[in-house]
């Protein structure tokens, strides 16, 4: 195993459960490597959905999932970095100054390479996804200037440019296919109510894709402790192994700072982005969720609500 001892890697999300949705393949991956990977997260999902009301009792529903959180961040090996304390579902109508700061101070104190969040597209164009990735990307930029947030510095935090800033995403045919899939075997299989077709991005947006089926069996497992937040009914809680390792065995992800240069996918988050010899054409430079659906629809070239 390649360790990486020395590696910093910030996640900034808006919800508990979106860090094992998005990236707990690759956050358990560096982890493993050694990397000292730090998850922030905007809100406690306080407004979520509810699979089980026996899960909450006589507790908020914030406060569970705080929890839950927490056991998601043990399995995967993530240093949990606090909470910015936005309300679900009003992450856009907070102080997005007060919010900027807060991940800044958090950048200038942990100093990662790497920053990853949501982007514009909010996976499935949620509000909170695409505002607490907006305000990530402001902080992104604001943790090197010297003229931002200048009060830090006598807290001893020292203005800092992470290496590399990311939108974890998915690709567009990801969630129709996997959803086609778990429907053979279960009809009422479904994601929050929401269409499988809104979720993902084109495939001229993902820059990198991450093998993480070393580390699937940990995504799983931290996923499903989120329990809150899969129904049985859901996708994700009727997805089996064979299934998973299928469909979610690559994470996938769109490198927003430095401009790629290269028109091959990175393999790895660490990568130097000048060197092209260490990126991979995958494909002929077309994404499939795995050999045996050459024939589905590749990520096509071209373009983009509430859990």
Not at 202 to 216: A, C, D, F, K, Y
């Amino acid at each position: 195993m390649n360790q990486q001892p020395g590696k910093k890697l910030l996640a900034v999300f808006a919800h508990p459960d979106d860090e094992s949705i998005m990236m707990g393949g690759a956050l358990a991956y560096y982890s493993k490597r050694g990397v000292d990977v730090h998850l922030l997260c905007a809100t406690r999902g306080e407004w979520g959905s509810i699979s089980d009301k026996s899960l909450i009792e006589n507790e908020n529903l914030g406060a569970v999932r705080e929890i839950e959180l927490r056991r998601a961040c043990e399995i995967l090996g993530v240093n949990l970095a606090g909470f910015l304390d936005c309300p679900d579902a009003g992450v856009n109508y907070t102080d997005w100054y007060e919010t900027e700061e807060k991940i800044v101070s958090r950048i200038r104190e942990l100093r990662p390479q790497i920053v990853v969040t949501f982007g514009p597209d909010g996976l499935y164009w949620h509000p909170d996804h695409i505002a607490i990735g907006d305000i990530t990307t402001r902080a992104f930029a604001s943790a090197a200037n010297v003229e931002s947030f200048s009060r830090h510095f006598e807290e001893g935090l020292e203005p800092f440019q992470p290496a590399k800033l990311y939108y974890a995403v998915f690709p567009d045919f990801l969630m129709s296919q996997l959803a086609a899939e778990v429907a053979k075997k279960n009809a009422s299989a479904n994601l929050w109510g929401f269409s499988a077709e809104t979720f993902g991005v084109p495939s001229h947006q993902i820059t990198t894709m991450l093998n993480v089926e070393e580390t699937l069996v940990e995504k799983m497992r931290a996923l499903r402790a989120h329990q809150t937040q899969f129904a049985p009914d859901n996708i994700f809680s009727l997805v089996d192994d064979e299934t998973a390792k299928r469909f979610l065995s690559r994470e996938y992800f769109r490198l927003i700072e430095p401009a790629a240069v290269s028109k091959n996918l990175e393999i790895d988050l660490f990568a130097p982005v000048e060197t092209a010899d260490d990126h991979k054409t995958i494909n002929g430079h077309m994404l499939f969720v795995d050999s045996a659906m050459k024939n589905s629809k590749p990520l096509e070239r071209n373009s983009g609500r509430t859990k």
